[in-house]
């Protein structure tokens, strides 16, 4: 039963994004709602993301000059060694599988609420379509907003990396520098960016669609919000999973 379930899920999905992803009936609306979605969304995420990237910078700086420690390897290999980190990794997949946790309840949260209170089916029987109006503008401005927040991750993680090396002198801050500066590829910075869009697209469309089929009351509304973080986090592993080996393999 829960394959059928599962399959009968995805459907619904397809579906729901079919409606979703159609032209909007008032251009004039959508970018109100746009602008809405790119506050509420991207801009209010500003701040965790550079707490957590300042901190997770750092700590892969510190743990990475602890842990090599040979003279076999020169010591600007801890800064690249974190930049490949930070670039390729963390500030696409593991930040989006933080804010899967932010973003992706908001939006399920608020839809939902909107689904258990009539509103949508209000909106349906004025003839508006309300999976386009609704969810259509969260999608676009989450998605817009992601190299920001990709941008503020890599510059407070590499940050991080380099207080720690001014707190500790091991490597020094020059060392360091070169390390980032080293064997540089523009490609990765691109490349983790467009992951990061990928993501958001999944982070904002799973959990519209968890919000928007929500039945029953205030408790409904929560396990939607839950199901939704977890669905994402699973599916963000995998096609970074994918993504990485068509993209990098």
């Known amino acids: 039963m829960n394959l059928i379930r599962s399959l009968e899920s995805v459907g619904e999905y397809a579906l729901l994004m079919k409606k979703v992803l159609s032209v909007p009936d008032r251009m004039r609306e959508f970018m109100k709602e746009f602008m809405k979605g790119v506050y509420a969304l991207g801009v209010n995420s500003i701040w965790i993301v550079i707490i957590i990237s300042f901190f997770i910078g750092a700590v892969i700086v510190l743990q990475i000059a602890l842990n090599i420690d040979s003279p076999m390897l020169p010591r600007f290999t801890v800064g690249v060694v974190s930049r490949e980190i930070i670039l390729l990794e963390f500030s696409?997949?593991?930040?989006?599988?933080?804010?899967s946790g932010k973003v992706g309840s908001n939006v399920a949260s608020e839809i939902g609420t909107m689904r258990i209170t009539e509103q949508i089916d209000a909106l349906d029987i004025m003839g508006v379509n309300s999976a386009n109006y609704l969810i259509l503008p969260k999608i676009a401005?989450?998605?817009?907003?992601?190299?920001?927040?990709?941008?503020?991750?890599?510059f407070m993680g590499l940050y991080g990396g380099y207080i720690i090396c001014m707190v500790l002198g091991t490597p020094s801050i020059e060392t360091y520098i070169y390390g980032i500066q080293a064997f540089f590829r523009e490609s990765f910075v691109w490349y983790s960016i467009f992951k990061s869009m990928l993501f958001g697209f999944i982070i904002a469309s799973v959990a519209a669609y968890f919000g928007y089929t929500a039945k029953g009351g205030a408790l409904e509304v929560g396990q939607a919000s839950t199901n939704s973080v977890v669905i994402n986090s699973v599916l963000?592993?995998?096609?970074?999973?994918?993504?990485?080996q068509l993209a990098l393999g």
């Open 92 to 99: 696409s997949t593991i930040m989006c599988l933080i804010l």
């Open 141 to 154: 401005s989450f998605v817009a907003f992601m190299p920001v927040l990709v941008i503020f991750s890599m």
């Open 236 to 244: 963000i592993l995998v096609t970074d999973l994918l993504f990485t």
